[in-house]
């Protein structure tokens, strides 16, 4: 089987609505590339010791956005990483350019019968423990979506898709695009040198 190398120069940041699968769908990816993979609302959990709905009970969404901003800050500042991040992030003008200085967006576009099927049971969401969760979502989508549309690169998510043929699917399109910061290594020069840069990986 031939093993493909990646060069990878820029972080790759997985942007959406709750419920698009970004998790599933980052993990995978950077198991793929060789990458760490980095869940900012699990970071968040692990260093402030509370989950996400306790942050927003306890401390109010203001604080959790700060939190967010920072935990943002502190990775993608670092090597080169797969990141997921939660649904508000990239609506932040701060968050967004912190994201664009440092790596790829990629905006997983789910619709909200989608989004509806995958959240509808989840009690951990602080945003939709409303009376009518559906119309938020819906009313959040309408809103959120034009500003997710700022992202590099748009993958359309839906039940039908594996979180495998997701990530295979993003990572085409990142070697695809121009800029993206993610190559494949051309199979002679990564057999004679795989890793003179520290960067290059196998997936
Ligand atoms: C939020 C989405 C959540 C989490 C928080 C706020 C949002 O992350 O960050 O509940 O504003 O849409 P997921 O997108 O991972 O569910």
Redesign the pocket.
Same mark, same amino acid.
Do not use: Q, V, W
């Given at each position: 089987m031939t093993r493909v190398v990646y060069r990878v120069e820029r972080s790759i940041v997985l942007v959406g609505?709750? =419920? $698009?699968g970004?998790?599933a769908v980052g993990r995978q990816m950077a198991s793929r590339l060789g990458l760490p993979f980095v869940d900012?609302?699990g970071e968040i959990e692990t260093s402030s010791g509370m989950t996400?709905s306790e942050i927003?009970s306890r401390l109010g969404e203001p604080d959790?956005r700060e939190m967010?901003t920072a935990t943002l800050s502190k990775f993608l500042s670092g090597d080169p990483l797969v990141m997921?991040v939660?649904? =508000? $992030?990239f609506i932040r003008k701060v968050n967004r350019r912190l994201i664009r200085q440092h790596g790829t967006s990629v905006w997983l576009k789910p619709s909200l019968e989608t989004v509806w099927e995958r959240v509808r049971n989840n009690r951990k969401?602080?945003?939709i423990q409303v009376e009518d969760p559906r119309a938020e979502l819906s009313r959040?989508l309408r809103e959120r979506n034009p500003v997710y549309a700022k992202a590099d690169i748009r993958v359309h998510t839906s039940n039908d898709r594996t979180v495998s043929a997701m990530a295979k699917a993003v990572i085409t399109m990142l070697v695809r695009m121009d800029g993206s910061g993610l190559s494949v290594v051309p199979a002679a020069e990564s057999r004679q040198d795989s890793d003179h840069s520290g960067r290059d990986r196998t997936g």
């Open positions: 609505m709750m =419920g $698009a970004k998790t900012s609302d996400i927003f959790f967010e997921s939660g649904g =508000g $992030a969401r602080p945003l959040l």
